[in-house]
């Protein structure tokens, strides 16, 4: 079963814009991570944010995480061609060994 | 920096016949997991290693599914008697730590004809 749900599915956006994507998920969870897929490629990973943490930033990418709504949204800033890519959140939850449990991902196009 | 390497990338194999993926982490991570990808889909955790010891099996890990990590190294997994349904992308992904991000390979992609 799925624990994290990305919205939305996909987006095309023109270079230069930014791209938000969020993430709702289930269960309590230790943290949150995204990644990004290329297609045919493994993932990579982007950011991580605890649970007692609000916001994190690193480079162009903003992440919240609102442990009351469940939910938590990456923002890609400036956007490139080269963020062309799936977008994944991933939780572990309470009680887990640190396996992640994926949403189905969000489609960024980035139009040059 | 090496980082997860999988073999093969591609497997083609007709329904029925057994197959096996293998997997080198990254060689200071003590954490190995497997995961397997639809088309369309995220990620789904399918079993973990912390060393050679495996400690947690997913429901969709059926008995046609084996993993090895023999030495706390490199691990392999086994898929007997394939099925249509088997056709996907098999991840393999290493930490160094419980809650730590994962290095993810580029995967086995298997297809049954």
């Known amino acids: 079963s799925q624990q994290g749900e990305e919205d939305p599915q996909a987006l095309s956006i023109q270079e230069g814009e930014n791209a938000t994507m969020n993430c709702s998920y289930k269960?309590?969870?230790?943290?949150l991570q995204w990644y990004r897929q290329n297609s045919g490629r493994g993932l990579v990973h982007l950011i991580l944010i605890r649970s007692n943490e609000r916001e994190k930033h690193s480079g162009r990418l903003r992440v919240t995480l609102d442990t009351s709504k469940k939910s938590s949204s990456l923002l890609i800033t400036a956007s490139r061609a080269a963020d062309t890519a799936s977008y994944f959140c991933?939780?572990?939850?309470?009680?887990?060994?640190?396996?992640?449990?994926f949403g189905k991902g969000t489609k960024l196009s980035v139009k040059p | 920096d090496t980082g997860v390497s999988q073999n093969p990338r591609h497997k083609i194999t007709k329904r029925g016949q057994n197959v096996t993926f293998r997997c080198d982490p990254i060689s200071e991570h003590n954490r190995l997991y497997w995961y397997r990808q639809t088309l369309g889909q995220g990620p789904e955790f399918l079993t973990y290693?912390?060393?050679?010891?495996?400690?947690?099996k997913s429901r969709l890990l059926s008995d046609r599914f084996s993993a090895e990590r023999p030495k706390g190294s490199f691990s392999t997994l086994e898929i007997q008697r394939t099925e249509q349904g088997d056709s996907a992308m098999y991840l393999c992904a290493s930490s160094p730590g419980q809650f730590s991000p994962q290095h993810f390979g580029d995967g086995t992609r298997l297809s049954i004809l």
């Open positions: 290693f912390q060393n050679e010891a495996q400690l947690e």
């Open positions: 991933a939780t572990d939850y309470g009680g887990s060994q640190g396996n992640l449990i």
């Open positions: 269960t309590s969870i230790n943290n």
